[in-house]
């Protein structure tokens, strides 16, 4: 089965697991634990922040961040599809009490589409009080979220008194796209959330960077919220072993993207905007005669996983364990199931 439903589908690696098994651990709640202080100085130091917490998983780094920079009733601007509010079972109303208020279309958008959103301040509206910017962003098709309008919207952000929330799960993607280091595209923003179980192939974990005293405030929510982890280096070994070992090869992954788009492209009945695939992601629009749902269980019997994404839209993701040879033939496979639907 070539698996392209998601980054997070990757095994970790002999040399990964090897590294997990020699991990010196204590307990992390005590602040014990040498390789989870270990990960979170390195991940601090290479995205450019103070300190750095790791956490289960995205979602719970970025409701850490919205709970860290909100009081209930506020409101936070976010990009059309944001992960924030479609990915994490509504933690942000149900954990923080925040609503939210969306910014352009498309999931890119810029300072006068965030300007657009901020509320006047009446004491009948609900009190803005963060932006949070998707870099890459994950619906878009894994798009890079252009740096010049990161740094004009924090700064119009800091200006009126908001917090600037980066979730950067995919951060080392955008940094392998552009050839900016991940200190640069995470300077505009006050907190950060990287992933270390996407495109690096670690088997769990993220982390939430910022300044020292966030990350104290962060820790006492992440116990609150049942995040406290004990002999958590076994998962940090992996993640700090991702971490620098798997950022160098991202650019592999793009290439696979690529690869699987330009073929894809190819399929009667299928439309991909080859400009728009940027990283790891391939978005795929069908014919109005087909539907998603169809065509992607179609294709898993003929030995493609490959997730619907909307209606008539499946979506397609690069990762650690699969090849580029494998990109032409999960294309082919995808062209045959197409034809199998557009038969029936
Ligand atoms: C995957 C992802 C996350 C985190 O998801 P978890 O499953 O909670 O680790 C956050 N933001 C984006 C954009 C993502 O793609």
Not at 171 to 194: H, Q, Y
């Amino acid at each position: 089965m070539i698996d392209l439903r998601s980054d997070t589908v990757t095994r970790p690696t002999p040399a990964m697991r090897e590294a997990m098994a020699r991990a010196e651990v204590g307990d992390d709640v005590l602040g014990e634990d040498p390789t989870v202080r270990a990960l979170e100085e390195e991940v601090a130091k290479v995205v450019g922040k103070e300190a750095a917490l790791f956490v289960t998983s995205g979602t719970m780094g970025n409701q850490l961040a919205i709970a860290l920079h909100t009081r209930p009733g506020d409101e936070v601007i976010v990009g059309e599809g944001a992960h924030v509010v479609f990915f994490e079972s509504g933690a942000g109303p149900a954990l923080s009490g925040v609503q939210f208020a969306i910014a352009g279309a498309g999931g890119l958008f810029d300072v006068a589409a965030m300007e657009e959103r901020v509320q006047g301040g009446a004491y009948w509206s609900p009190r803005t009080s963060l932006v949070c910017v998707e870099n890459t962003h994950n619906r878009a098709g894994g798009r890079v979220f252009p740096q010049a309008d990161a740094i004009a919207i924090a700064e119009a952000a800091k200006a009126r008194g908001l917090g600037v929330h980066l979730d950067g799960a995919r951060i080392w993607n955008a940094s392998a796209k552009t050839g900016l280091s991940p200190r640069e595209l995470c300077a505009p923003f006050d907190t950060v959330s990287v992933c270390f179980s996407k495109g690096l192939g670690a088997p769990v974990g993220s982390a939430l960077c910022t300044t020292r005293e966030n990350v104290e405030r962060a820790r006492r929510l992440r116990k609150m919220w049942g995040g406290g982890m004990r002999q958590a280096g076994i998962l940090a070994a992996g993640a700090l072993y991702a971490l620098t070992h798997h950022r160098d090869r991202l650019g592999e992954d793009h290439a696979k993207a690529t690869i699987f788009a330009e073929h894809v492209a190819r399929v009667a009945g299928a439309r991909v905007d080859l400009a728009g695939v940027e990283t790891n992601i391939v978005n795929v629009d069908l014919d109005a005669a087909m539907t998603a749902d169809a065509v992607a269980s179609a294709a898993r019997k003929l030995g493609l996983a490959i997730n619907p994404s909307g209606p008539r839209r499946l979506r397609a993701v690069t990762h650690l364990d699969v090849s580029s040879a494998e990109m032409v033939q999960a294309a082919d496979i995808l062209r045959l199931a197409i034809e199998e639907v557009r038969r029936a």
